[in-house]
């Protein structure tokens, strides 16, 4: 019988409200079907076919009794076509349907009957849907349409900007919701530990800052997925955001591109702030894809290079200080073996090579500049088998990732100290003497074995399970070479303008500008390494006042004055010095396996997914011994999902998220092969070692028996609803408590001196019977705690073909407190009591917090080739405390001394923590794009992005040191969004 064709383009959308992260099949989506008859009666044995131009995808299958059909293992792709062909019936095909990974999108078509005069093929149901009513993550799907409308900086890090929770990056690594946005380590903020981030299938976060360790090519990207809550048990992560960036591939048909962009200095508009910044940039890429076997085996392959130069302003001079160049090669190559319809083999490479020549931080001094050499090879190969219900998937993949340093000046470093009461306001050149300190290479590398399988069962009057289970086993390394410079000792010293000062006026005196490496607590240390010294007599005689045989510590401050040079690498008073004894590569490593079951039960109008996470990890010395062993943590993962009326739904979720603890704390208790540290007092005449860090004979750290995981529990509630065929909106709120902190502890102040007041840890918290002799012990922070709540209201409106537009707009509320921003590192808590979590002063708002974020953009696409599309982001401004420089970190303002828990200190200040908050500020970003299509297949595009187009060269970030640092007084911006750009490019594709 003659069949037949009618055809519908009808747009089918569903929300990107949910994510990956794991792997797998996880890079594919689902379509769920139900065809019907005109009357609404199911159509069984109706056969459907999807496919799509862009994806190697294709599914054929038969529907149910029911007139159901589940077709997995789809690429995403927003141009799918649905072939459905049924004897008795008119053949269709829709066009324009939408798959995103990790999601299942259910999809209503009615057929109309052969030979009947309807010329229209309805469509009902969900296939105009924008939410999927069976999920409860949060996050956002980053699809090619919207890269291509929107002003971006064309990386998968500024992407992340798109989700509605993320905060202000210049690093590209962006804190979301309760995710930590501050470190005491410089006083940084705008970046965040928390995330997870895959390219292309490969785990490439960095296994020692937790931050991601990969480039890949902008031009490669298909979809970019990021979740930010609700997350199933297959995911990794949670405390943070996941981010999964899945790439494209070849198909039957041949494409490619080629593209230039390009920025110079007069395009953008003067600086405000720095005058003599300028720079010049551009930005190519080919691409090429295709078939080497049509229908079998196919490839898709780019090169991608990014080259900056800028100039970097001297603040306090307003002199040109150095040009800077940023080089990047970023090289994909990605092979598709389909040797049949339900058997496939991909093997993908992509590397990212990058050197920058110096620092774009306007305070960083030319002598204190240093090189990076980042990036590496990655590779993966994965195998997957498709049956009727079932997807199994192998996979085994490596990162390299490279993060070396080479100093510019490799004389020894200095970090001098001054006194400013008298009025005299020392510049960083005062301060920052010497080279940078050290050259390091370091490569933190990580493999992964991956198998997962993805099983459906339809039980019909029971409703419908997809069952995911997984196991994971990863291996991180970490590779180190680190060298100090010159003479091989790094100085911390003060003016000689402040020579004859005690100890006590260098502990005590709030004026300080400049680096300090001593502290009130080392007093004790000091004292009894002087005993056990070979010239214990001499220090005696010279401290001990009272003629009592012991050294006190009152004897000490007023006793110890620094006022000699001798030695010093730049002439100034000798306090403090680190030298590098010995020194050697090493090699630590920490092994995890993990595993994950999960079931989404969808019954009716209900979904309950329910599933459990385990993980284990292991860390290992330079030695190749273990040191450490973190048995089984299960997280388990719990949602309900009720679908109100096939377009809105209410939601709540309840999980743990696990956060591992990262290769930095096994270099802290596994470096005994490589270097070894003295830490040295100057007195008077000589030095006197009263620390060794590193190698066998004093181990630095070692793991407390007792030590927990972080995790973060959290709770969310939601509801969505269509407002328009293609229009929703979603509100969510937040819950999270983060416990278990990590932190190093001070034996000898904790579980000793300490004994009798209401902050002392015995030795059975940590686990011990006796003291184990080390420096410190890795620990979990008694009393640490981080609470989040969050609001979030998001409104989606998809592009449709008969309207041309998108857009999306979100405000999230954002309350964090806590009293620790500890996460996973050795910081100052478990060291100082007046900083213990449980002291006064320590718990409050979280600096580095934003508490309001706005976000909208859209993209409007006119007949005659125009698009405008446009990002507007706004924030309140960032939290921050009022400060002062302590070992390299920003510390809380201490008061006088005073008792609390029978125990007296110099406890924080009340009200200083995240008292301050830096301006509010926003950014709006302009794209002008025309495309004209020529021949049958080729097209020119042509770009102009306008970046920050107001020209609001508004404040990110302000001074947090009451002291100021030598180039910024208190209070005083010192970050800044820069000024209007404009950035041209074009684009030939087939």
Same mark, same amino acid.
């Given at each position: 019988m003659l069949k037949l064709k009618k055809t519908l383009t009808a747009l089918s959308v569903a929300a990107a409200i949910a994510a990956s992260s794991s792997s797998y099949a996880q890079d594919t989506g689902t379509l769920r079907i139900q065809v019907t008859d005109t009357q609404g009666n199911p159509v069984p044995n109706a056969t459907v076919s999807v496919s799509a131009p862009d994806t190697l995808a294709k599914r054929t299958a038969e529907t149910d009794d029911d007139g159901y059909v589940r077709l997995g293992g789809l690429q995403p792709s927003r141009d799918y076509q649905v072939e459905i062909v049924e004897e008795g019936y008119s053949g269709f095909e829709s066009g324009n349907v939408r798959v995103s990974s990790g999601q299942t999108f259910e999809l209503n078509y009615s057929l109309t009957a052969e030979g009947s005069d309807i010329e229209t093929i309805q469509v009902t149901g969900r296939a105009m849907s924008t939410i999927d009513t069976t999920s409860s993550t949060t996050g956002t799907s980053v699809t090619l349409d919207m890269t291509e409308s929107l002003p971006t900086a064309r990386s998968f890090q500024d992407y992340l900007q798109l989700a509605p929770s993320t905060k202000p990056s210049v690093g590209g690594n962006p804190s979301s919701k309760s995710g930590v946005n501050y470190s005491d380590i410089g006083g940084e903020y705008g970046s965040s530990s928390d995330n997870v981030y895959y390219l292309d299938g490969v785990n490439v976060t960095d296994n020692q800052t937790g931050t991601f360790g990969a480039n890949i090519n902008s031009e490669i990207i298909q979809e970019q997925r990021i979740l930010t809550g609700g997350i199933p048990a297959e995911y990794a992560g949670g405390q943070g955001l996941v981010t999964r960036v899945i790439t494209k591939s070849g198909g039957n048909e041949w494409s490619g591109s080629v593209n230039y962009y390009f920025q110079n200095d007069?395009?953008?508009?003067?600086?405000?702030?720095? +005058?003599?910044?300028?720079?010049?940039?551009?930005? /190519? #890429?080919?691409?090429?894809?295709?078939?080497?076997?049509?229908?079998?085996?196919?490839?898709?392959? +780019?090169?991608?290079?990014? *080259?900056?130069?800028?100039?970097?302003?001297?603040? !306090?001079?307003?002199?040109?200080?150095? /040009?800077?160049?940023?080089?990047?090669d970023l090289g994909f190559f990605k092979l598709t073996w389909q040797p049949t319809g339900n058997d496939r083999f991909v093997a993908s490479w992509f590397n990212d090579p990058q050197e920058i020549s110096g620092s774009d931080d306007p305070r960083t001094l030319n002598n204190r500049d240093v090189a990076e050499e980042n990036g590496g090879d990655n590779y993966k190969v994965e195998y997957s088998r498709y049956w009727d219900n079932l997807i199994l998937t192998l996979q085994v993949s490596s990162h390299e990732g490279e993060a070396s340093r080479v100093a510019a000046d490799n004389s020894t470093r200095n970090d001098v100290a001054y006194r400013t009461a008298d009025g005299f306001e020392p510049t960083n050149a005062d301060t920052d003497k010497g080279g940078y300190g050290v050259n390091s290479t370091n490569f933190r590398n990580k493999d992964q074995y991956q198998a997962t399988l993805e099983y459906f069962l339809d039980t019909y009057d029971m409703g419908s399970h997809e069952i995911k289970a997984g196991f994971v086993y990863t291996v991180n390394e970490n590779l180190q070479d680190s060298r100090y410079t010159g003479e091989g000792a790094q100085y911390t010293s003060i003016g000689n303008r402040n020579s004859g000062s005690s100890i006590g006026d260098y502990l005590d005196a709030d004026d300080w500008v400049g680096q300090r490496d001593l502290s009130a607590d080392d007093l004790s240390r000091l004292i009894s390494n002087m005993a056990s010294s070979d010239d214990a007599a001499l220090?005696?005689?010279?401290?001990? /006042?009272?003629?009592?045989?012991?050294?006190?510590?009152?004897?000490?401050?007023?006793? !110890?004055?620094?006022? +000699?040079?001798?030695?010093?690498?730049?002439?100034?008073?000798?306090?403090?010095?680190?030298?590098?004894?010995?020194?050697?590569?090493?090699?630590?490593?920490?092994?995890?396996?993990?595993?994950?079951?999960?079931?989404?039960?969808?019954?009716?109008?209900?979904? !309950?997914?329910?599933?459990?996470?385990?993980?284990?990890w292991e860390h290992f010395s330079s030695k190749g011994d273990k040191i450490a062993e973190f048995d089984w943590e299960v997280a388990p993962r719990f949602s309900v999902v009720y679908d109100i009326d096939g377009s809105s739904k209410v939601w709540g979720f309840v999980g743990r998220y696990y956060d591992p603890i990262r290769t930095n704390m096994t270099d802290f208790a596994g470096n005994l092969t490589g270097p070894v540290l003295h830490e040295q007092i100057y007195l008077e005449d000589r030095w006197l070692t009263y620390r060794v860090r590193g190698g066998e004979q004093v181990q630095d750290a070692f793991f407390a028996p007792?030590?927990?995981?972080?995790?973060? *529990?959290?709770?969310?509630?939601?509801? #969505?609803?269509?407002?328009?065929?293609?229009?929703?909106?979603?509100?969510?709120?937040?819950?999270? #408590?983060?416990?278990?902190?990590?932190? *190093?502890? *001070?034996?000898?102040?904790?579980?000793?001196?300490?004994?009798?007041?209401?902050?002392?840890?015995?030795?059975?918290?940590?686990?011990?019977?006796?003291?184990?002799? +080390?420096?410190?012990?890795?620990a979990t922070l008694e009393g640490?705690?981080?609470?989040?709540?969050?609001?979030?209201?998001?409104?989606?409106?998809h592009r449709t073909a008969s309207d041309n537009w998108f857009f999306n707009a979100s405000w999230t509320y954002n309350d964090a407190k806590g009293n620790t921003n500890s996460d996973s590192n050795a910081d100052l808590q478990g060291d100082f009591v007046w900083l213990d979590p449980r002291a006064p002063g320590v718990y409050a708002d979280q600096p580095g917090n934003i508490e309001h974020l706005v976000k909208l953009f859209g993209s409007y696409k006119f007949d005659n080739g125009f698009e405008v599309g446009a990002v507007y982001n706004w924030n309140s401004g960032t939290i921050y405390s009022k400060t002062r420089a302590l070992y390299g970190r920003h510390a809380p303002l201490s008061d006088e001394p005073y008792e609390v828990g029978g125990h007296t200190d110099t406890w924080v200040q009340e009200g200083v923590i995240g008292s301050q908050e830096s301006p509010a500020y926003g950014t709006l970003d302009l794209r002008v794009k025309y495309t004209y299509d020529f021949g049958e297949s080729y097209k020119a595009e042509f770009f102009l992005d306008i970046f920050n187009a107001l020209d609001d060269q508004a404040a990110r970030r302000e001074q947090d040191l009451v002291a100021g640092d030598g180039v910024y007084e208190f209070g005083e911006a010192v970050e800044w969004v820069k000024p209007r750009q404009f950035y041209l490019g074009a684009r030939l594709s087939f």
């Open positions: 007069s395009l953008v508009a003067d600086n405000e702030n720095l +005058s003599q910044n300028s720079f010049d940039t551009f930005d /190519t #890429a080919v691409t090429l894809g295709g078939p080497i076997i049509e229908d079998e085996l196919w490839f898709f392959g +780019s090169y991608q290079l990014k *080259d900056r130069e800028e100039d970097v302003t001297d603040p !306090v001079t307003d002199t040109q200080l150095r /040009t800077i160049k940023d080089e990047q220090y005696t005689s010279r401290y001990d /006042t009272n003629n009592d045989g012991t050294i006190s510590e009152d004897e000490l401050r007023s006793g !110890v004055i620094f006022d +000699s040079t001798e030695g010093n690498p730049t002439g100034d008073v000798n306090v403090y010095r680190s030298q590098e004894v010995q020194t050697a590569p090493i090699e630590m490593e920490t092994k995890g396996k993990t595993v994950f079951l999960q079931d989404t039960w969808t019954i009716a109008q209900w979904t !309950v997914n329910a599933g459990i996470r385990a993980e284990t007792s030590t927990k995981t972080p995790y973060t *529990d959290e709770i969310l509630l939601g509801y #969505a609803t269509n407002i328009a065929d293609n229009m929703s909106i979603e509100v969510t709120y937040t819950d999270r #408590a983060t416990r278990d902190l990590l932190e *190093d502890y *001070d034996l000898g102040v904790y579980a000793n001196a300490l004994e009798g007041t209401d902050f002392y840890l015995p030795l059975s918290y940590f686990g011990y019977d006796e003291n184990p002799g +080390s420096n410190y012990v890795i640490g705690k981080r609470d989040y709540e969050g609001l979030q209201v998001a409104f989606t409106k």
